[in-house]
């Protein structure tokens, strides 16, 4: 059963960073294109970064760029999420997701991912 599991989630104050991880259980990542998404309260969820099923291709919302990073370790089925520099506006629960896409060397479109996780909470906060 394809499973993906969030952790790294937590409270932490305006500057601070979290790295969120993203395991998988029951298929390998290797042939998976993977994307971090997040919703706040009251707010559609939104595609925040995406790797490549390769890793050669990276993407990040305009609101992360330069702040967040996004890497994978096939060899121990995770995909990481680094977060620095976090701002309130951060605050929410962190999605990761994937999509089949063996060879695939850039990144689906943000409606194409498949298989979800459920999710970690982010809190950003003075």
């Known amino acids: 059963q394809l499973q993906l599991v969030e952790s790294g989630g937590g409270s932490v104050q305006p500057g601070g960073s979290l790295r969120l991880s993203c395991a998988a259980s029951?298929?390998?990542?290797?042939?998976?294109?993977i994307g971090w998404f997040r919703q706040a309260p009251g707010k559609e969820r939104e595609g925040v970064s995406c790797?490549?099923?390769?890793?050669?291709?990276?993407d990040y919302t305009a609101s992360v760029k330069g702040r967040f990073t996004i890497s994978r370790d096939n060899a121990k089925n995770t995909v990481y999420l680094q977060m620095n520099s976090l701002k309130p506006e951060d605050t929410a629960v962190y999605y990761c997701a994937a999509t089949f896409d063996r060879g695939g060397r850039s990144c689906p479109r943000w409606n194409q991912y498949r298989y979800w996780g459920q999710g970690t909470q982010v809190t950003v906060s003075s």
């Open positions: 790797i490549s099923t390769n890793g050669g291709s990276t």
């Open positions: 029951g298929f390998t990542l290797d042939y998976y294109a």
